[in-house]
Nanobody
C-alpha cells in the first residue's frame, strides 16, 4: 500500500520558518516528479512547489519564490519543503503529491492537481501575525 505522510507542520509566528517533510512508503518514486500543494480555507488547492525526479528542475509559485526551497532524497524516498519568512497568507493545509507522468527528465510535475496520482493526508501550517 502506497502512503505519503507529511510532518513538520504547526503554528509559527510571521517571519518564522518551518520545514515540512514527506515520507513515502509502499513504492519508490525516484523516477517521478513530486510536489507540495496547499489549500487555504475557502480556496482552491494550489501548487506551491515541485521538483523533477533528479532534482534538476524546480518550480515555485510566485507567492513563495525566494522564501521556500524544495528538495528530495530519492535514496530515502522523501520530499522536503523548507519555508522561511512565513506570512499569515501561507496558512493552509499542505499536501505532498506524486505525478507519475514522465514526459522528460526535466519534468517538474503538473500545475493541475488532478494529474497527481498519490497524495498525503495533509498537514496544517498556521502562521500568526
Amino acid at each position: 500500500q502506497v502512503r505519503l505522510v507529511e510532518s513538520g507542520g504547526g503554528l509559527v509566528q510571521a517571519g518564522g520558518s518551518l520545514r515540512l517533510s514527506c515520507a513515502a512508503s509502499g513504492r519508490t518514486f525516484n523516477s517521478a516528479a513530486m510536489g507540495w500543494f496547499r489549500q487555504a480555507a475557502g480556496k482552491e488547492r494550489e501548487l506551491v512547489s515541485s521538483i523533477s525526479w533528479n532534482s534538476g528542475r524546480t518550480y515555485y509559485a510566485n507567492t513563495v519564490q525566494g522564501r521556500f526551497t524544495i528538495s528530495r532524497n530519492n535514496a530515502l524516498n522523501t520530499l522536503d519543503l523548507q519555508m522561511s519568512n512565513l506570512t499569515p497568507e501561507d496558512t493552509a493545509v499542505y499536501y505532498c503529491a506524486v505525478d507519475l507522468h514522465t514526459p522528460g527528465p526535466h519534468y517538474t510535475g503538473s500545475r493541475d492537481s488532478s494529474e497527481y496520482a498519490y497524495w498525503g493526508q495533509g498537514i496544517q501550517v498556521t502562521v500568526s501575525s
